[in-house]
């Protein structure tokens, strides 16, 4: 078995939902969660300006899957939940980010392992360290000695219900 850390959004719809929607068809893929860090709310970054707050969590999945099988699991589920993909960080029903594959470290054109803003966003931090008090990336990276703004990011509901 292979462990996959994936970080879940959503700014459109029921929101909450959607996150669980997303959990119950991961592991109907393969891709069973295993650990679920709270919901966050958090307010929109990188996109336009004029969206709803998101909420996120951060899952931690067992699967047999290879990486790149689990990135098309993940884009599966995010078209059954209506994804769309008109405006670079706009809103969406559903994004599902693949963060860590077990140690490995991935540079292909449609995958990269860790995610590459990862450590950048609060949203991921945050919820990642509720998993794992003090997790290092495959390069050696403590995410602890990272300086991560928690600024806009606030606590909304308990973990998702695992499968």
Do not use: K
Not at 156 to 162: D, E, G, K, S, T
Request: hydrophobic share 40%.
């Amino acid at each position: 078995m292979h462990v996959a850390t994936l970080g879940l959004g959503a700014n459109l719809g029921d929101r909450l939902r959607s996150l669980q929607s997303a959990v119950d068809l991961l592991a109907a893929e393969g891709v069973r969660a295993v650990a679920s860090s709270r919901v966050w709310e958090t307010d929109p970054a990188g996109g336009p300006p004029d969206q709803p707050p998101y909420l996120n969590a951060v899952i931690r999945t067992e699967t047999q899957a290879a990486p790149q099988e689990v990135l098309a699991a993940c884009n599966r589920v995010e078209a059954e939940l209506g994804r769309t993909r008109e405006v670079r960080w706009g809103p969406r029903t559903i994004d599902i980010d693949v963060l860590l594959y077990d140690e490995l470290i991935v540079n292909e054109p449609r995958l990269t392992i860790p995610h590459p803003r990862m450590t950048e966003r609060s949203f991921v931090v945050l919820p990642l360290l509720e998993l794992d008090p003090d997790p290092v990336l495959a390069d050696g990276t403590r995410i602890l000695d990272l300086a991560v703004d928690g600024e806009g990011a606030r606590p909304y509901a308990p973990p998702l219900v695992l499968p």
